[in-house]
Antibody, heavy 124, light 110 residues
Framework: QVQLQESGPGLVKPSGTLSLTCAVS?????????WSWVRQPPGKGLEWIGE???????NYNPSLKSRVTISVDKSKNQFSLKLSSVTAADTAVYYC?????????????????WGQGTTVTVSS | EIVLTQSPATLSLSPGERATLSCRAS??????LAWYQQKPGQAPRLLIY???NRATGIPARFSGSGSGTDFTLTISSLEPEDFAVYYC????????????FGQGTKVEIK
């Protein structure tokens, strides 16, 4: 079954760029799925950041769109997140997730597979 | 932008009791309404998709219902492992396609 694993620096300096990668195993990123990034600040709720299709099409949270870039590397079976001009407010656990799946032959939406999450702290 | 409002913020119940969680949308939403369970230190787990379908491996005590702007997650008889935070989520069905989460409901042991 599909598994996801986030990786990247745990500490980023203010005004810098946060860069994370999500490795997909047990399946191909080129299957008919969208792939998302979600974050959760300490003690708070979930916030969707954006998603990418294997073709490279993207959708972003309007509140973060100006600072976010999500890309896909099919040769490595992974997708990545870049968040620029970070501040302390971007400190969070960052998750990657599959947000489209097929069940009983029907394609639908929902985040059915998640990575375990990676903590990113923005601090000097 | 659609806003999802969950109520109550906290639900204090005993094992064996029925839990009813509400998710209300600021405008009519698509059928792509999902519910998640999250325990401390863990990633969220998909419980319900398409408003009323249980995800693979989810016990039958979890059920989802609703349409339009009002959705409900019901746990028929709380087990000790069900005490957690629950989030609703919806995907817009017109461009720009976005996902929105509710703020969460914490189900705690009374």
């Amino acid at each position: 079954q599909v598994q996801l694993q986030e990786s990247g620096p745990g500490l980023v300096k203010p005004s810098g760029t946060l860069s994370l990668t999500c490795a997909v195993s047990g399946g191909s990123i080129s299957s008919s799925n969208w792939w998302s990034w979600v974050r959760q600040p300490p003690g708070k709720g979930l916030e969707w950041i954006g998603e990418i299709y294997h073709s490279g099409s993207t959708n972003y949270n309007p509140s973060l769109k100006s600072r976010v870039t999500i890309s896909v590397d099919k040769s490595k079976n992974q997708f990545s997140l870049k968040l620029s001009s970070v501040t302390a407010a971007d400190t969070a656990v960052y998750y990657c997730a599959r947000d489209q799946f097929t069940i009983f032959g029907v394609v639908t939406y929902g985040m059915d597979v998640w990575g375990q999450g990676t903590t990113v702290t923005v601090s000097s | 932008e659609i806003v999802l409002t969950q109520s109550p913020a906290t639900l204090s119940l005993s094992p064996g009791e029925r839990a009813t969680l509400s998710c209300r949308a600021s405008q009519s939403v698509s059928s792509y309404l999902a519910w998640y369970q999250q325990k401390p230190g863990q990633a969220p787990r998909l419980l319900i998709y398409d408003a009323s379908n249980r995800a693979t491996g989810i016990p039958a005590r979890f059920s989802g219902s609703g349409s339009g702007t009002d959705f409900t997650l019901t746990i028929s008889s709380l087990e000790p492992e069900d005490f957690a935070v629950y989030y609703c989520q919806q995907r817009s069905n017109w461009p720009p396609f976005t996902w929105t989460f509710g703020q969460g409901t914490k189900v705690e042991i009374k």
